[in-house]
């Protein structure tokens, strides 16, 4: 369970990203709809790359047991 210093460090970074996030969701709701498909289809994009990263990353560390190391 966080403390004290968690709790009012999330309060405080809340607070500085609740006007970024307004401003994205009104600058989207301005986007045409060809816009907002390009947008969908890029934010699609890094998902998938980001999820293969990840991925990759997971896999290079399940390598199988070798010989001990000296």
């Known amino acids: 369970m966080p403390g004290p210093i968690a709790a009012a460090s999330a309060a ?3 607070r500085r ?3 970024l ?3 994205a969701y009104r600058r989207y709701q301005r986007m ?3 816009e907002k498909e390009r947008y969908r289809q890029r934010a699609k994009s ?3 790359r980001g999820r293969s990263a990840f ?5 290079r560390r399940k390598r199988p047991p070798g010989p001990p190391r000296a």
Do not use: F
């Open 12 to 14: 405080r970074m809340a």
């Open 17 to 19: 990203m609740a006007p």
């Open 21 to 23: 996030a307004m401003e």
């Open 32 to 34: 045409t709809p060809e």
């Open 46 to 48: 890094a998902a998938e």
């Open 55 to 59: 991925e990759q990353a997971q896999a």
